[in-house]
């Protein structure tokens, strides 16, 4: 059975920051890209950082230079480092695995909550 459980989600002031995790199980981790992606009520979810099997990195414009994406294939986890946190950063965050051609899996989200 394949699980992504997240953590490290919570309320958080304008300009901190907060870390991201996501452990994997039931999959090979390794050769799985990963994913986090984000979404508010009413809206598409969308992605917000992605990291290859092999370390290749890419962001959404609204958070480059301040998030950084990255994974430990020994502990199975992805993590997602969020800096410089802004009110507009407030959604749910969910982990994401893909490996094509076979089905891609989601995490259950962690709320994200930029507030002072």
């Known amino acids: 059975q394949v699980q992504l459980v997240e953590s490290g989600g919570g309320l958080v002031q304008p300009g901190g920051s907060l870390r991201l995790s996501c452990a994997a199980s039931?999959?090979?981790?390794?050769?799985?890209?990963m994913a986090w992606y984000r979404q508010a009520p009413g809206k598409p979810r969308e992605l917000v950082a992605a990291i290859t099997m092999g370390g290749r990195t890419n962001f959404a414009d609204s958070v480059k230079g301040r998030f950084t994406i990255s994974r430990d294939n020994d502990k199975n986890t992805v993590y997602l480092q969020m800096n410089s946190l802004k009110p507009g950063d407030t959604d749910v965050y969910y982990c994401?695995?893909?490996?094509?051609?076979?089905?891609?899996?989601w995490g259950q989200g962690t709320q994200v909550t930029v507030s002072s």
């Open positions: 994401n695995a893909r490996l094509e051609p076979f089905p891609e899996y």
């Open positions: 039931g999959i090979i981790f390794s050769a799985y890209a």
